[in-house]
């Protein structure tokens, strides 16, 4: 017995040992933030502090700059990063949700379902890379460089996948009993899909906005190379933070703070929808 509650205790001191670890492993990049954003250039660069008070005499001086010089085109960043995820979101899920229901209701002659299903996620495992001048060829034939379209397209394109396939498990999960009830009463397929299956998958379609947008968001590649001004988001403002001197980590430090904030909120705002579309039918009665 005693032996018993020893290895159960040595289990639970493992098992926190390991939370803890992993939690500051995940949280220390936004403590160094946070820190950093109150240091004086001087400090960043003479030596490593991190406790503020006793290291080093926290200042205000790197936010009142970017309110006072840099804010104009950090506010442009933000507003271009939050039209651009909004919009490939919007894209992706619209598409992504029809093409689930598809690929989980209907089977096409000459095409395997699962070979789809594959296609669609071999578009996350394509290196970004490889498709980039590909699509800046595109969007220079069609007029759209620097253009907050050109870039809604092209994350619309690479974050679809993460609806195509949660939406797909979804609505294999759902019974077609309610949606053939539907028919006989005289409804059609897009209205069953419209009124039943929908709503009742609301929980899954909201997980999947998130993730799509939270890839959206962090694009960077794409951003790089297709905008030039008007239409940069805050990826790109945050990696042109350079002086001759080196990189200006205190400005690197308050964008990055500027950007984890939308979708920091949108995440807890719809967190309980995230966990209960992620593991939707998961359990079975």
């Not at 379209?149 to 009993?177: C, G, S, Y």
């Not at 959206?216 to 805050?234: D, G, M, Y």
Request: glycine residues 4%; contains cysteine.
């Amino acid at each position: 017995m005693k032996r018993h509650k020893l290895g159960r205790t040595l289990k639970n001191i493992l098992l926190w040992a390991v939370i803890i670890v992993a939690t500051a492993w995940v949280v220390f990049p936004f403590y160094w933030a946070i820190v950093t954003s109150f240091k004086a250039p001087s400090v960043i660069l003479s030596k490593p502090s991190l406790i503020p008070f006793l290291q080093f005499q926290p200042t205000l001086v790197n936010w009142q700059s970017e309110f006072t010089n840099r804010w104009p085109e950090i506010s442009r960043a933000l507003l271009n990063s939050i039209i651009i995820s909004l919009g490939a979101t919007l894209l992706a899920i619209v598409f992504g949700t029809l093409a689930g229901y598809g690929l989980a209701r209907f089977r096409f002659y000459g095409w395997q379902n699962k070979d789809i299903t594959l296609w669609f996620l071999s578009q996350r495992f394509l290196p970004p890379m490889v498709t980039v001048i590909p699509f800046f060829l595109m969007m220079q034939f069609l007029k759209l460089l620097d253009t907050r379209l050109a870039l809604i397209l092209a994350n619309a394109t690479f974050t679809m996948p993460f609806a195509v396939l949660i939406m797909r498990d979804v609505f294999k999960e759902l019974p077609i009993e309610m949606e053939e009830s539907a028919w006989v009463d005289g409804a059609s397929r897009f209205q069953s899909f419209l009124r039943i299956a929908l709503p009742l998958s609301a929980p899954a379609v909201a997980a999947a906005a998130v993730i799509c947008f939270a890839f959206s968001w962090n694009e960077f590649i794409f951003a790089l190379i297709l905008t030039l001004r008007n239409a940069q988001p805050i990826t790109v403002v945050i990696a042109g933070v350079s002086h001759t001197q080196g990189i200006q980590f205190w400005f690197v430090a308050t964008r990055l703070l500027f950007a984890i904030l939308p979708p920091t909120l949108l995440a807890l705002t719809a967190q309980r929808y995230i966990v209960r579309g992620l593991t939707f039918g998961a359990v079975k009665g």
